[in-house]
């Protein structure tokens, strides 16, 4: 089992910065590496970014590239994501999650955060 604890959401306004954090615990060395996820109001959960553990394979879903910045440190299982010049569309609920495959599918990845709460403010 992999346990998942998102941190660092919060409000903030159009064009500002945020960082969350993604800490695992337990067998992440059964896991490839954690992918983050958001679901806004009444939307689908969406893919964001993904990084390997050992942070040589990232991806990054089209509307955040440039923007958001995803990086691994293994030593401390966390995953970050760095959100920069935020937009509204941006707001929602973000998950991280972890699995053995790094792809922006939500069923290539098993383990589960319970999410944190991303607002935009216009």
């Known amino acids: 089992q992999v346990q998942l604890v998102e941190s660092g959401g919060g409000l903030v306004q159009a064009g500002g910065s945020l960082r969350l954090s993604c800490a695992a615990s337990g067998r992440t060395y059964n896991t490839r590496g954690v992918g983050w996820f958001r679901q806004g109001p009444g939307m689908e959960r969406e893919f964001v970014a993904a990084?390997?553990?050992?942070?040589?394979?990232?991806r990054y879903a089209d509307s955040v590239k440039g923007r958001f910045t995803i990086s691994s440190v293994y030593v401390k299982n966390t995953v970050y994501l760095q959100m920069n010049s935020l937009k509204p569309e941006d707001k929602g609920i973000y998950y991280c999650?972890?699995?053995?495959?790094?792809?922006?599918?939500?069923?290539?990845?098993?383990?589960w955060g319970q999410g944190t709460q991303v607002t935009v403010s216009s």
């Open positions: 999650a972890a699995g053995v495959q790094i792809m922006d599918s939500a069923g290539a990845y098993r383990y």
């Open positions: 990084i390997s553990w050992s942070g040589d394979s990232t």
